[in-house]
């Protein structure tokens, strides 16, 4: 499907779906993790071609429309994880992030930094 131009507005928006084969949990075997992994190597594919992208949750969140949408999908042994469009638009401010000085310290005697105990401080 073509992009169009950037900056072009498009009635639908190109979207991508990341399946993997079904797993129970009994038997799971990582599967979810690799589309995980997938998904941000789309994601960062995505932003080298300056495209911008976004999540589409509801197919995959709500439980009556996930069966659904994999048969829209032509899914039969696999299993909708990820649904994303993308497309051209603006760039969206990057999310504050405070400074790794603030975040992390190798002083000694400093106080444990919160990242090695696991308890991060949020702002």
Known sequence: MALGAP?????????AAIETRQ?????????????GRA???FELQAEALDLRTAFIN???EVPGLRPRFGTWLGLTEER???A?????GPKRPSSLRRPVHDVLTDRPGAPESSASTGNAARH
């Open 84 to 88: 994303v469009r993308f497309g051209h």
């Open 58 to 60: 509801q197919p995959i």
């Open 23 to 35: 797993c129970t949990r009994d038997a799971y075997d990582g599967r979810p993790v690799e589309a």
């Open 39 to 41: 998904c941000q190597r």
């Open 80 to 82: 909708a994880q990820l």
């Open 7 to 15: 900056g072009a507005a498009t009635a639908t928006p190109p979207a």
